[in-house]
Each structure stands twice: as C-alpha cells, then as structure tokens.
C-alpha cells in the first residue's frame, strides 16, 4: 500500500528557511490526489498548511501564505514543502498527508499520513 | 475561515463504555467532517469520513453522525486500544480546519 516518509533537517534557525521533503512509496503521485502537509504543536494542535493537487494548483491556509510553497516532483514521486523566514513558532512536528479527490457531497478525508518529522526552530 | 470546537477536551472513561464526542462548526459545513484519531507518538489515523462513512478497517464500534454544524464521533463500547486522542476535521472549503481534539483516557 501507499507510504508516505518525510525528510529533512530537524533543526532550522530563525529567519532561514525550512525544506521539508515527503517520499510517496507503493504507488505514483498521479491524479487523483491532495498531497497535503499539516503540523503539529502542543500550544496550537493541527494546522492544516496547505496542499496541491492535479494540475499543480495549490491552497494555502492563509496565516502562512506568504511563506510557504508545496510543490511535487513527479519524476522522483516526492511531494516537497517550504517555510521561509522562520521563527520559533515553526518549531513543530511537521506531516504530509494524502487526500483522495472526492465528488459533490463526498470527501473521502486525509487516509494515508506519513509518521511525522520534528523541526526545531532556534539559534 | 470555519472554526472547529470539539467538547469535551477530555473525558476518562472506562473499557466497556460508550463514549460521545461533539464537535461544532462555526458554520455550516453540510456533511463535509472527519474523524481522526491519533495515540502518543504517532500520526492521526482516519476513522470516518464525510461525517457518517466508515474509513477501511475500522471497528464497526466508531461510528459518527450529523450535519450542518453539529457533529458526533460514538465509540459503543470503549476498548483498551481505544485510548487515544480524538481529532474532527472540515473539508467544507479549501481552508481545511481541525478542532483542538479530544482526549480520552482509562478511569
């Protein structure tokens, strides 16, 4: 079945930016999908980022607009995701999710996680 | 964007109980909720999706029910590996929003 595996550095300074990569196993990044990368905090809990989908277009969540980009490598199956200017508030344990395209009156929900990488913001 | 409120924030309940956790939507988001839930350590993991649809291998005791705003994830009968943290999720519109999740621990 479809893994999902996120890499990348666990620590991050302040104002550079965060590179994370998520590697699908078990199957293509093809359509049909909603590549998604949501993270995690005790202070804040779930925040969805954003995802891409298809054709490549992309939805941010709004607080993290202007800072973040997701985009896929098909030829390497890797869904990637970048944070600029970061702070301490990034510091988090960042996931890729996988979310089937649904019809009208049906979502099908994020059904495929990756375990989670843990990013450090600080000096 | 839509607010999710889940209640209770934790609960302690013990093996054999039934269990109900609510979440609410800030505004109506038809039937467009997921149900995640997630141990120590470890990712979410879907239960049900589209507020009432049974996610592939997941015990027929979950099961989730309404619409509109208001929304409940049940357990029937509250197993050991059942204790866990609970997550609802909208997909109403493009900004995707969890609630703060549910705790459920053994009494």
């Known amino acids: 079945q479809v893994q999902l595996q996120e890499s990348g550095p666990g620590l991050v300074k302040p104002s550079q930016t965060l590179s994370l990569t998520c590697s699908v196993s078990?199957?293509?990044?093809?359509?049909?999908?909603?590549w998604s990368w949501i993270r995690q905090t005790p202070g804040k809990g779930l925040e969805w980022i954003g995802y891409?989908?298809?054709?490549?277009?992309?939805f941010y969540n709004p607080s993290l607009k202007s800072r973040v980009m997701i985009s896929v490598d098909t030829s390497k199956n890797q869904v990637s995701l970048k944070v600029n200017s970061v702070t301490a508030a990034d510091t988090a344990v960042y996931y890729c999710?996988?979310?089937?395209?649904?019809?009208?009156?049906?979502?099908?929900?994020?059904?495929?996680w990756g375990q989670g990488t843990s990013v450090t913001v600080s000096s | 964007d839509i607010q999710m409120t889940q209640s209770p924030s934790s609960l302690s309940a013990s093996v054999g109980d039934r269990v109900t956790i609510t979440c609410r939507a800030s505004q109506s988001i038809s039937r467009y909720l997921n149900w995640y839930q997630q141990k120590p350590g470890k990712a979410p993991k879907l239960l049900i999706y589209?507020?009432?649809t049974l996610h592939s291998g997941v015990p027929s005791r979950f099961s989730g029910s309404g619409s509109g705003t208001d929304f409940t994830l049940t357990i029937s009968s509250l197993q050991p590996e059942d204790f866990a943290t609970y997550f609802c999720q909208q997909s109403s519109i493009t900004q995707w929003t969890f609630g703060q999740g549910t705790k459920v621990e053994i009494k």
């Open positions: 891409i989908y298809d054709s490549g277009a992309t």
């Open positions: 999710a996988r979310a089937p395209n649904g019809v009208p009156g049906l979502d099908y929900g994020l059904d495929v």
């Open positions: 589209t507020a009432s």
């Open positions: 078990g199957g293509s990044i093809t359509r049909g999908f909603y």
